[in-house]
C-alpha cells in the first residue's frame, strides 16, 4: 500500500471504522512478525499487536495525515513502546535460554532444530542490545522497513537511520561473538 493510499484510509477510518479493517488487515502481521521476532511468546505478542489496534482504534481521529507520516510509523512506534514495557515488567521471564548441544547429523530433521537455535541465539542478543539499536535492527530486518519509514517511525532522517543501523550491527556483531563464540553464525557476517 502506498502512502497516499494509506493516509486516504485514515481519513475514511476517522469518518467509518469499518474503512480500518483494510488499514489492520495490512499491518497486522507485519506488527505481530515485529513482536516474534523480539520475543518468543506468540500469545504475549498477539496481545500486544492486539492492545496497539486498539489504541489505533482509539486515537485514529487525532491522526493528522497532512504531516504526510504513514499511519503505519505511528503503528510501530505504539508496538515498539508496548513491547519495551512488556520487557520492563518481566525482566526475568522474558530472556530467552540458549541450551548448547552439539547438533551432529545433517538431515531434514535437524535443519529446522538449526534454524530454532539460530533463532533463539539472534533474539536472545537483539535483547542485549540498547533499545533504540533493538528497534532500528527489527525495523530493517524483521518489518523490511525502508530507511525512510524507518525514519519516519524513530523521528529523524534517513541519513541518521543509515549510521544508527550500522552501529547497531556492530554492537550486535560484538555481542553475538561474544554470547556465542563457538557458533559458526557470526562467520556469516
Given at each position: 500500500?502506498?502512502?497516499?493510499?494509506?493516509?486516504?484510509?485514515?481519513?475514511?477510518?476517522?469518518?467509518?471504522?469499518?474503512?480500518?479493517?483494510?488499514?489492520?488487515?495490512?499491518?497486522?502481521?507485519?506488527?505481530?512478525?515485529?513482536?516474534?521476532?523480539?520475543?518468543?511468546?506468540?500469545?504475549?505478542?498477539?496481545?500486544?499487536?492486539?492492545?496497539?489496534?486498539?489504541?489505533?482504534?482509539?486515537?485514529?481521529?487525532?491522526?493528522?495525515?497532512?504531516?504526510?507520516?504513514?499511519?503505519?510509523?505511528?503503528?510501530?512506534?505504539v508496538t515498539h513502546n508496548k513491547?519495551?514495557?512488556?520487557?520492563?515488567?518481566?525482566?526475568?521471564?522474558?530472556?530467552?535460554?540458549?541450551?548448547?548441544?552439539?547438533?551432529?547429523?545433517?538431515?531434514?530433521?535437524?535443519?529446522?532444530?538449526?534454524?530454532?537455535?539460530?533463532?533463539?541465539?539472534?533474539?536472545?542478543?537483539?535483547?542485549?542490545?540498547?533499545?533504540?539499536?533493538?528497534?532500528?535492527?527489527?525495523?530493517?530486518?524483521?518489518?523490511?522497513?525502508?530507511?525512510?519509514?524507518?525514519?519516519?517511525?524513530?523521528?529523524?532522517?534517513?541519513?541518521?537511520?543509515?549510521?544508527?543501523?550500522?552501529?547497531?550491527?556492530?554492537?550486535?556483531?560484538?555481542?553475538?561473538?561474544?554470547?556465542?563464540?563457538?557458533?559458526?553464525?557470526?562467520?556469516?557476517?
Amino acid at each position: 500500500m502506498d502512502i497516499q493510499s494509506e493516509l486516504e484510509l485514515v481519513e475514511k477510518a476517522k469518518e467509518d471504522i469499518h474503512a480500518f479493517t483494510e488499514i489492520y488487515d495490512y499491518y497486522v502481521a507485519k506488527l505481530l512478525g515485529y513482536c516474534l521476532n523480539r520475543m518468543n511468546d506468540r500469545e504475549v505478542a498477539e496481545d500486544i499487536v492486539s492492545e496497539v489496534f486498539l489504541q489505533a482504534v482509539k486515537k485514529i481521529k487525532h491522526y493528522d495525515t497532512s504531516k504526510g507520516i504513514r499511519f503505519g510509523s505511528w503503528l510501530y512506534t505504539v508496538t515498539h513502546n508496548k513491547l519495551v514495557d512488556y520487557f520492563r515488567k518481566n525482566k526475568k521471564t522474558t530472556r530467552l535460554e540458549y541450551h548448547s548441544g552439539e547438533l551432529t547429523e545433517e538431515s531434514n530433521v535437524t535443519k529446522p532444530l538449526e534454524q530454532e537455535l539460530r533463532k533463539q541465539q539472534i533474539a536472545s542478543v537483539l535483547q542485549t542490545l540498547k533499545p533504540r539499536y533493538q528497534k532500528i535492527i527489527s525495523l530493517r530486518f524483521f518489518s523490511e522497513l525502508s530507511n525512510q519509514e524507518i525514519a519516519q517511525t524513530m523521528g529523524t532522517n534517513s541519513n541518521n537511520v543509515a549510521v544508527l543501523l550500522h552501529r547497531a550491527l556492530q554492537s550486535f556483531k560484538k555481542k553475538f561473538k561474544k554470547m556465542y563464540p563457538k557458533s559458526e553464525i557470526y562467520n556469516d557476517f
